[in-house]
């Protein structure tokens, strides 16, 4: 399932244009949506789910168009959301609740709604604890909820925003798992500001700024276009000031390190330079040093 968005805006109420013309062809598979906050993720997933309407733009969910109430209603049947505030209601056990979604979500029949609960809790691995009452649950154990609630009718299309947040190293890798074994044929969007969501579950991505795509490609091409401009230098105190950003500091005792993305230095006050491999993190960052032209209709893509 492919979905194209072209020409997006959206204006708030108020004046915020949170969408600026953003383009962006997502393909079967995870895919990953990544940006810092007020990027304009939330804005794009919720029109995406038709709760939201776009101020204008072309939105094509496989042969659905995502403008039009009928082509709305068609997306919200291969749907599953898990948003970032999913309310749950804490007296109900992990079984109830998602019992209670599935009767609002017209599964019929109760065998066969019953029977998809208990599959999606042996999926989730909370079989164990279905019982417990969600306000005992741990974040990650809330969170794994949440992904058995958007999967309940089997969704090609399943969007994740911000699933990560919150959750303790353990449970983010768990979830993470989880999210990638999902994969296969559905089209699976995750929206996160933390690289290594993406660089673990994810091969192609998106970076969102200011409502505009300002990369589309895969992990390596990212990582490509920052050849050249990760250095790591080392000075016996002194921060290196310049048009780059420091992406860590490493204190050795009798000297600093500075890992940096961007242009290098001159070499005063330096007491080594060398270039580095650049990892995610350090195009990341390289990406969003870079200008976002405010008079372009939409940023190039660069897959
Ligand atoms: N209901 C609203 N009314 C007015 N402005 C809004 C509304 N929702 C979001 N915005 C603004 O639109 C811009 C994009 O917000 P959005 O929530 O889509 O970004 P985001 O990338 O999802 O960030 P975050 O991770 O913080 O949610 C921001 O400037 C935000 O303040």
């Keep these: 399932m492919e979905i194209l968005l072209k020409d997006l805006t959206k204006v708030y109420r108020g004046g915020v244009q949170a969408l600026k013309g953003l383009e962006l062809t997502i393909p079967t598979g995870m895919f990953g949506l ?10 794009l997933i919720r029109i995406l789910a038709g709760i939201l309407h776009p101020t204008s733009g072309i939105i094509r969910v496989g042969p659905y168009d995502g403008t039009t109430e009928h082509g709305r209603q068609q997306i919200k049947r291969i749907l599953g959301y898990l948003p970032q505030d999913l309310g749950m209601y804490p007296d109900l056990s992990a079984r109830e609740f ?16 019953k029977a998809r609960v208990e599959e999606l809790l042996e ?6 604890v279905a019982r417990r009452k969600l306000k005992t649950f741990s974040g990650g154990m809330k969170r794994r909820v949440g992904i058995a609630q958007a999967l309940l009718n089997d969704p090609q299309l399943l969007i994740v925003d911000e699933p990560t947040a919150g959750l303790d190293p353990e449970e983010r890798i768990r979830f993470r798992n989880l999210l990638a074994d999902l994969g296969g ?14 660089a673990q579950s994810c091969r192609q991505l998106a970076i969102l700024r200011e409502g505009r795509v300002t990369f589309q490609g895969s992990l390596a091409q990212m990582v490509q ?5 990760t250095w790591l230098i080392t000075t016996n105190g002194a921060r290196p000031e310049g048009a780059f950003t420091i992406v860590s500091t490493l204190h050795t005792g009798t000297a600093v390190q ?3 993305v961007g242009e290098p230095p001159a070499r005063a006050n330096m007491l080594a330079m060398e270039p580095l491999e650049p990892g995610l993190e350090d195009s990341y960052v390289w990406l969003m040093r870079t200008q976002v032209n405010p008079n372009q209709a939409s940023a190039p893509r660069q897959a």
Excluded at 101 to 113: N, Q, V
Excluded at 185 to 198: A, F, G, K, Q
Aim: proline share 2%.
């Design 258 to 260: 500075y890992r940096i």
């Design 123 to 128: 999926l989730v691995s909370l079989s164990t």
């Design 225 to 229: 276009q920052t050849r050249g401009k």
């Design 98 to 113: 998602l019992d209670y979604i599935a009767i609002l979500k017209g599964l019929d029949g109760h065998r066969a709604r």
């Design 185 to 198: 044929n559905r089209t699976i969007l995750l929206s996160t500001h933390i690289v290594e969501d993406i």
């Design 34 to 43: 990544l940006g810092p906050n007020g990027a304009g993720k939330t804005t």
